[in-house]
């Protein structure tokens, strides 16, 4: 007997009892049926309620992106409503976006409607005004529009926690019922209502009798959708006979915002939909009896087992995690080649899924690393600034006192001279940290460069070949020049040790536009117009991993003693401070290339640069107020002030300070740390002081900060960047003793 006979009578054998059982399973389904539908009214409520809650949360995110556009921040109402009149017509679900004064009055609107309307009597606007980083919903007619509408309400407030304007959205109830009716297929009616009972949004059918604005407030139906924990859904006649069933969201989030939905069917419908699938299953079961029959007869003439077992084969490789492999051709026609060829993009699908996953953790990794190295590098350069301040100053004063000795005025010279090496060494660190003080000003790169072309060539020497390319109309920049030179500097001393027995180097700057496809060193696209500087040369190259460590600082293949391990990360740091970027290729034996690209200025600034500080007198009388939190810095800063002949007042953090200002005498300087314990800074500390005292003048100093030093409005104050020289010292006193008060 064939394979194909024993198939054929196997199955006849097998599918009579499972036939009969299935045919009784059907109709106990029937009742099944009947009570899941009666459940999926429910949940149909809730999947309406969860789908609202989601358009809830997106509003709520487009809020907290136009609460950052400049262009709502304008008194310009017209301009305002048309900015909000573009956002609009891109959600098309809300009836309206508009902004609200802190009055309650109506300021602009996407709809132009130039309207006046208060709103202070509106639920969500007296919520929202108590409100931090989160909306505030109702659902209301909407008085622009007179439809049924859920407000959602942001506040928008200043960096000091005012409210500067409140943010409304009005979504379309309207349309959102009728998205989910034909989602539905109309076969469900769904009525929304406010917590008061009135009628948002009325069902399609014919037979509902309340309008929309109407109540339901006194009906069965609002007692069991009001309920908080009732039923999911319940069995209501309307004064008409006409029964229907009624199923309720229970979202908590959606009955906060006075919002019940609910979804409603026929009872005759329902039991006829079910008493229809029935007949329709039964007819199913013996239409698919009869041509599984056929179908097995033709299949088993056909060649399937090694079909099978080759798909079998594959299943088994990817249980096991091998993503490479694959069914060879040629496939079967028809499923089974079809599910061959699925089942081949599935795992090369996977294998490239896999690999994006890797480089992307990779890329992560890499940038988290750099961005730790950034904090530790940054902090541990603020302690040393500290530390070198003190020794920077005292070997000074060494200097000084041992004139007469020249062994020992030598070796003070050398401490000073260490100190100033060790704070060459911070300030790379607060490159590579990104927390570096720039100067940047608007310049021309190529000036910059053809400036500095006689330098490099010098500092390459003869055995190496250099070349200076430029591109034309070079667009704008703003750098700062000092650190743009160094970092140059560095990439050229870079270049030459890779060049020992001579080669090729080429300076390259050219505009250049960036696209998604352009990746930094830390493989993140940052596309726009950027000048770039490009240093090529013929070297000895990097392998792949010394080129994934380069920019980290204090890596370095050089020999102990000839490089600390800084330059590239410097340089890194500088692109990173100035807006820009860095891009890096090399391989080993074909050179390398480091390219640094700085943003387009939008447009040419017209200031002149500011003018030189005249030199000043390094000596005073004045009273000054000392505040900072270190004691060695604090007593050596005071020592300086007080040989310097001015009278000096101390404090070690802001508090004491101001408590000092409130019952010391005459006080005409204040001379403050940035950073400082006791939860007050300088800047702080500054526009407390200025506002006891008004004609007080202010001086900054500060190692690091973890932000730009922000000088309060109207306060003309200066910063001395430790650590600092006596000479430098007494010029900024004289400079900030000299200036204009407010």
């Known amino acids: 007997m064939s394979l194909r006979t024993r198939l ?11 036939a009969i059982l299935v045919g009784l399973r059907f109709v106990q389904n029937r009742t099944s049926e009947i009570d899941a539908a009666l459940a999926n009214l429910a949940a149909t409520a809730d999947d309406i309620a969860s789908d609202l809650g989601e358009k809830i949360q997106g509003t709520a995110q487009l809020h907290y992106g136009l609460a950052r556009a400049r262009d709502l921040d304008t008194r310009d109402k017209a301009a305002c409503s048309a900015f909000l009149s573009d956002v609009r017509e891109e959600y098309p679900q809300f009836t309206g976006i508009l902004t609200i004064d802190p009055d309650g009055s109506l300021f602009c609107d996407s709809l132009r409607t130039n309207r006046t309307l208060d709103l202070n009597d509106r639920g969500y606007f007296k919520e ?3 409100l931090q980083g989160v909306v505030a919903v109702e659902p209301v007619f909407g008085r622009l529009t007179g439809l049924s509408v859920l407000q959602i309400a942001y506040p928008v407030r200043s960096d ?4 500067k304007f409140v943010l409304l959205a009005s979504f379309n109830l309207n349309k959102f019922a009728e998205f989910h009716h034909k989602r539905l297929l109309g076969e469900k009616d769904i009525l929304l209502v406010d917590a008061k009972g009135t009628v948002l949004v009325a069902p399609k059918g014919g037979g ?10 006194g009906s069965d139906l609002f007692r069991f959708a009001a309920a908080p924990d009732g039923e999911p859904f319940r069995e209501i006649t309307d004064g008409g006979g006409r029964t229907q069933i009624w199923g309720v969201a229970r979202s908590p989030s959606i009955r906060k915002a006075g919002l019940i939905i609910m979804v409603g069917r026929s009872k005759d419908g329902l039991v006829a939909a079910a008493n229809r699938r029935l007949y329709e299953d039964l007819t199913i079961l013996a239409v698919a009896s009869l041509l599984l029959l056929g179908g097995l007869w033709i299949l088993t003439t056909v060649s399937i087992g090694r079909q099978v077992g080759r798909l079998a084969a594959m299943a088994k490789s990817l249980g096991r995690g091998d993503l490479s492999a694959r ?22 699908s996977l294998e490239q899924q896999r690999a994006a996953i890797a480089d992307l953790s990779h890329k992560l990794s890499q940038s988290q690393k750099m961005e730790a190295m950034g904090q530790l590098t940054g902090g541990v ?3 040393f600034n500290n530390l070198l301040t003190v020794i920077l100053g005292n070997s000074e004063h060494l200097a000084d006192r041992l004139a007469g000795n020249k062994e020992l005025h030598r070796i003070a010279g050398d401490i000073a001279t260490a100190a100033e090496r060790g704070s060459d060494l911070t300030r790379s660190l607060l490159a590579f940290a990104r927390k570096q003080p720039l100067r940047p000003r608007e310049i021309d790169i190529a000036e910059q460069v053809i400036g500095m072309e006689q330098l490099l060539r010098r500092t390459l020497g003869e055995h190496i070949e250099c070349r200076f390319t430029f591109g034309p109309d070079l667009w704008p920049v703003s750098v700062d020049p000092g650190q743009l030179t160094t970092a140059l500097l560095n990439l050229v001393l870079n270049a030459r040790d890779a060049m020992p027995e001579g080669g090729k180097l080429t300076v390259e700057v050219h505009n250049s536009s960036l696209c998604e496809s352009d990746l930094d060193v830390n493989g993140e696209p940052r596309p726009g117009d950027y000048v770039m500087v490009a240093v090529t040369d013929t070297g000895s190259g990097m392998t792949t991993e010394v080129a994934g460590r380069a920019l980290e600082p204090f890596f370095t293949t050089k020999e102990v003693g000839k490089g600390t391990g800084l330059g590239l990360s410097m340089v890194y740091g500088f692109a990173q401070q100035s807006g820009g970027l860095v891009q890096m290729q090399s391989e080993p034996g074909q050179g390398s290339v480091v390219r640094l690209f700085f943003p387009r ?3 040419q600034s017209s200031e002149d640069p500011p003018p030189a500080e005249q030199t000043v007198t390094p000596a005073g009388h004045e009273t000054i107020l000392l505040v900072e939190d270190d004691d060695m810095v604090r007593a050596y800063v005071e020592n300086e002030l007080r040989t310097l002949g001015y009278r000096v007042i101390t404090a070690s953090n802001g508090p004491a300070a101001v408590e000092l200002l409130r019952r010391t005498g005459d006080i005409q300087l204040l001379f403050t740390d940035v950073v400082m314990p006791g939860g007050m800074f300088g800047p702080e500390l500054a526009r407390q002081a200025t506002a006891l005292r008004p004609d007080l003048k202010v001086l900054f100093t500060s190692g690091y900060s973890q932000d730009p030093v922000r000088t309060p409005d109207g306060i003309n104050a200066r910063i001395l960047t430790k650590p600092f020289r006596r000479q430098d010292l007494a010029a900024m006193l004289r400079s900030a003793l000299s200036s204009r008060s407010r």
């Open 8 to 18: 054929l009578i196997l199955v006849l054998a097998a599918m009579l009892v499972p």
């Open 128 to 130: 929202v005004k108590n």
């Open 160 to 163: 000091t926690g005012a409210l």
């Open 208 to 217: 509902w009798s309340q309008p929309v604005g109407g109540s339901i407030a």
């Open 327 to 348: 069914i060879p051709e040629p496939h079967p026609g028809g499923e089974l080649g079809g599910l061959m060829t699925l089942l081949n993009g599935t795992a090369e």
């Open 381 to 383: 350069a603020h302690d």
């Open 601 to 603: 200025l939008a447009t």
